[in-house]
Each structure stands twice: as C-alpha cells, then as structure tokens.
C-alpha cells in the first residue's frame, strides 16, 4: 500500500464516508490557532513520544493525515506505510488549503 495524496474535496468526501475513518492532525499545539478540521485527534510529529503514539494505532483503520501546509503529514503517512498500516490518505495543502476552500 502506498500513501494517497487528496485534494480537500476527495479528502473531506473520504472521511465522512468510509467507515472507521480517523483523522489526525500532526501538528504543534501551537498551530491549532491556524485552523482545524472537526474530530481529529491530535499526534505532534514533533513530540518524542510521537513513534510510540503511532505504533499504538490500529492498523487496519483508514487513517486521513493532515498538517499545516502537507509536507509534514505526506512524511508521517510514508512513516505509517512503512509500519504496516494498509489505508492512508494525505490532505494536499494541509490546513491552509482546507481553509481557503471553505
């Protein structure tokens, strides 16, 4: 399985329909200021825990990432492959792109 890169409008569409769908911001605490996509839960690719966060996760759930910009979220998700989880999806643009669609 490889990482799927989504526009906001295939990435949205996705979460709300596909059952199980979880959705994780993987920004500082800091940035939640910029903006926030409803029931996301929060992993700070930046805390030292942030490995042992991930690895508790369940792998079988679709898991639909996001950070302020997409660079950050498209390495965790790479991250996530690597570790075995089957369905991940990166929101293209992270944040600021979900804001401008709005």
Not at 27 to 56: C, W, Y
Not at 59 to 74: A, F, H, I, N
Not at 76 to 89: A, Q
Request: aromatic share 10%.
């Amino acid at each position: 399985m490889s990482v799927q890169n989504l526009n906001v409008k295939d990435f949205k569409s996705g979460f709300e329909t596909e059952e199980g769908a979880v959705i994780i911001d993987v920004r500082t605490p800091a940035e939640l200021s910029e903006g926030q996509i409803e029931g996301h839960i929060m992993i700070n690719v930046s805390d030292p825990s942030f490995p042992v966060k991930i690895g508790e996760l369940d792998k079988s759930k679709p898991y639909y990432v996001y950070c302020r910009s997409g660079g950050r979220s498209g390495q965790v998700c790479n991250y996530m492959v690597s570790l075995g989880f089957e369905k991940i999806y990166n929101l293209v643009g992270g944040i600021i792109a979900w804001n401008n669609a709005r």
